[in-house]
């Protein structure tokens, strides 16, 4: 998969902007508050239909306008796609060669982002929530029908939870619970596949970039589910278990006004050899675990779909340390993936660097594209 050229239009501070990326490496270079991350974030909503850091869509749509619309060509397996994605008046549609996409598969049908951005740098750190995200975004990109299947299950808590607050009888609730439970059984195992495929990878990549003896360890493990092992529960008795955890927590819940176990109260538990990462590990072990993470989501995509992913890196450089920096811009030189990258300082990325790489210097919302 490459992307082949991108426009956007009135999208944040883009109003006209188009351009043709490197197959392998583009740089957008300029100042703070410029446009930079919007340019990624555009990218990154068309591949993902998911905001990038927007947490309403209307966010994305420039100042004054009410229709913006973000579009790329790609090459897929020998033919080329155009996949396109507007928001007029607030309404999200997605667009295949120019059609409406029926079906989330036909849209994103072998498109897929790694994204890469300061903030994930803080997750080892930060709270369960951004762990929460942090994997979705990845299990996202290897399951993408986990898109529909997360928003089913957002939807039917949302219910149960309004009835919760609502002090509805618990014959109301019991609606709710067995699509809470059947779609987040499911979530669970589209959780612990993911997280089984990137197990070795991370512990190699973290050993690589870590400098550390004590091994990485990712660790998954719901909380509050009685009566099975998480690790080799069927789908099917997880959804019971889940079911039986609902019953069990109704009274409580019920009093406190939300549902207090399922995929959405999770955390992943981040090692380092015996220690949790959260507690103990140094700024620059945490980042190292993060950049593991994504090195080894790059690669477990690369084995199960058979090609790379398309990287978009925002301004990461400038958070790193420059040892794993350089770690990380030899990684991206050497994958022959193909990446978009921003930064304030083209000094720290020059070594991802090659002759085909292209050069765009952003200002106040215009791009333009300029040498090395
Ligand atoms: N919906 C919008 N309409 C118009 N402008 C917007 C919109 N959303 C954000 N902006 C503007 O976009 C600019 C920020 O762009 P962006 O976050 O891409 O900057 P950046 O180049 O990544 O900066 P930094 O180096 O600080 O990260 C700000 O000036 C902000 O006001
Ligand atoms: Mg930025």
Known sequence: ????????????????????????????????????????????????????????????????????????????????????????????????????????????????????????????????????????????????????????????LKSRNRLLKDRAPFAHLSAWDATVAKVGARLWVRRRALLGELATGVVEAFSRIGRTEAPAQLLYAPERLAGVDF????????????????????????????????????????????????????????????LAWKVAEIENLQRTSGFLPLLLLDDVSSELDPERNAFLMQYLANSGAQVLLTTTDAQLVRSAAGADTRWYKVKTGLVEAVDG
């Not at 019953?247 to 050899?273: I, M, N, Y």
């Open 1 to 156: 998969m490459k992307l082949l050229s991108l426009s956007y239009e009135n999208f944040r501070n883009l109003a006209q902007v188009t351009l043709e990326p490197s197959a392998h490496t583009t740089v957008a270079v300029g100042e703070n508050g410029q446009g930079k991350t919007n340019l990624l974030e555009g990218v990154y909503f068309l591949a993902t239909l998911k905001a990038l850091r927007a947490s309403k869509l209307l966010e994305l749509v420039r100042f004054g306008q009410t229709f913006s619309r973000v579009s790329g060509r790609f090459s897929l397996g020998g033919a080329e796609r155009e996949i396109a994605v507007e928001i007029r008046n607030g309404v999200r549609t997605a667009f295949v060669d120019g059609k409406r996409a029926q079906s989330l598969e036909s849209y994103f049908g072998g498109v897929s982002v790694v994204a890469f951005t300061p903030d994930d740098l803080s997750v080892v750190k930060g709270s369960p929530e951004g762990r929460r995200t942090f994997l979705d975004r990845a299990v996202f990109n290897r399951f993408p029908a986990f898109l529909d299947e997360s928003r089913e299950y957002q939807r039917a």
């Open 231 to 290: 690790a080799t529960a069927s789908e099917e008795q997880l959804m019971h278990a889940l079911a039986a955890g609902l019953d069990a927590r109704l009274q409580r819940d019920w009093e406190r006004g939300f549902t207090s176990v399922g995929p959405h109260v999770d955390d992943v538990e981040l090692k380092l050899g015996e220690h949790s990462a959260r507690a103990y590990a140094s700024q620059g072990q945490s980042r190292a675990l993060v």
